[in-house]
Nanobody, 124 residues
């Protein structure tokens, strides 16, 4: 089972990026999935999560209104559209998935599978 995050890069403040996370090894259509991030010298923090159905989404206050999480079960993938990026958004972004029928969580302990991370750098 593997989660592959991609789409990170260097962007100027105010710009946009779209992260992707492709899962392989098993279907995650019945799993909640999420994005977390870890900035240098800081702990990993919750960014966004989406229920298996895609109908329920959750966001950290710091990204609400700027980031949008979505999923495409047919492609076993989730996405994170990031707009109006700020220097504080600079971090390694990780995607994560729960077990079957798992619920979205703001806690990293709520997820069973993790991707390797993709670096997002926002220059001010």
């Amino acid at each position: 089972v593997q989660l592959q995050a991609s789409g990170g890069g260097l962007v100027q403040a105010g710009g946009s990026l779209r992260l992707s996370c492709a899962a392989s090894g098993r279907s995650f259509r019945n799993s909640a999935m999420g994005w977390f991030r870890q900035a240098p010298g800081k702990e990993r923090e919750f960014v966004a999560a989406i229920a298996w159905s895609g109908y329920s989404t959750y966001y950290a206050d710091s990204v609400k209104g700027r980031f949008t999480i979505s999923r495409e079960n047919a492609k076993n993938s989730i996405y994170l559209q990031m707009n109006s990026l700020k220097a504080d958004d600079t971090a390694v972004y990780y995607c994560a998935a729960t077990g079957v029928w798992g619920l979205p969580s703001r806690l990293s302990s709520g997820y069973d599978y993790w991707g390797q991370g993709t670096l997002v750098t926002v220059s001010s």
